[in-house]
């Protein structure tokens, strides 16, 4: 079955460095890619999103690319703040209704 | 917020037992999904429906758990005779049509 590999499983970096963190995808069929972003107590949410057809894209301090080829995508987080601390979750989809988690990675920034 | 909510947020019960939970999804969302996320781990698909149709259930979902979308708006999730095995985060999101899944809050079930 579909299954995406997500690593580090914990990361630490200091506040104002940057942060990755890289998945993999067994599914060739996987066209939609999110991540989110979760924070104790709370559900998952949205923070950016990367479609099959785009091979990079920016939101302010976040940047997701994709290697379709390789089947890796990953997550760029620049000038990291103390709020940036949580878990993040990779996730791919065939058509954006069942979604394919990896398991996490608990990033914490360093004062 | 993400206008999705669960309830009850946290439920313990004695193995056994019955448990019945509630997800109220945004309320022009036409999609809503239930997912389960055990500790130190990502949520993984239960099902989801369209309206009120049950499209699609993961192997996950045996036979002691039902879940319902009965006019299209709320939904249950029921698991019968609950196992320790069963303890996880019960999420629910919603989302219309192929749009972003807005996530719940999550019910945490701890059975004894």
């Known amino acids: 079955g579909e299954n995406v590999e997500q690593h580090p499983s914990t990361l630490s970096v200091q506040e104002g460095d940057s942060a990755v963190i890289k998945c993999t995808y067994s599914?060739?069929?996987?066209?939609?890619f999110p991540w989110y972003k979760q924070e104790l107590g709370k559900g998952p949410q949205l923070i950016i999103d990367i479609r099959s057809n785009v091979g990079e894209k920016k939101d302010q301090r976040i940047a997701v690319t994709l290697n379709k080829t390789a089947k890796h995508f990953s997550l760029h987080i620049t000038e990291t703040q103390p709020e940036d601390s949580a878990v993040y979750f990779c996730a791919a989809s065939k058509r954006n209704d069942k979604i394919i988690f990896g398991k996490g990675t608990r990033l914490h920034i360093l004062p | 917020d993400t206008g999705v909510s669960q309830d009850p947020r946290h439920k313990i019960t004695k193995r056994g037992q019955n448990v019945t939970f509630r997800c109220d999804p945004i309320?022009?969302?036409?999609?809503l999904y239930w997912y389960r996320q055990t500790l130190g781990q990502g949520p993984e698909f239960l099902t989801y429906?369209?309206?009120?149709?049950?499209?699609?259930k993961s192997r996950l979902l045996s036979d002691r758990f039902s879940a319902e979308r009965p006019k299209g708006s709320f939904s249950t999730l029921e698991i019968q005779r609950t196992e320790q095995g069963d303890s996880a985060m019960y999420l629910c999101a919603s989302s219309l049509n192929l749009g972003e899944q807005y996530f719940g809050p999550g019910t945490r079930l701890t059975v004894t």
């Open positions: 599914d060739s069929a996987s066209n939609y």
């Open positions: 309320s022009e969302h036409n999609r």
């Open positions: 429906f369209q309206n009120e149709a049950q499209l699609e």
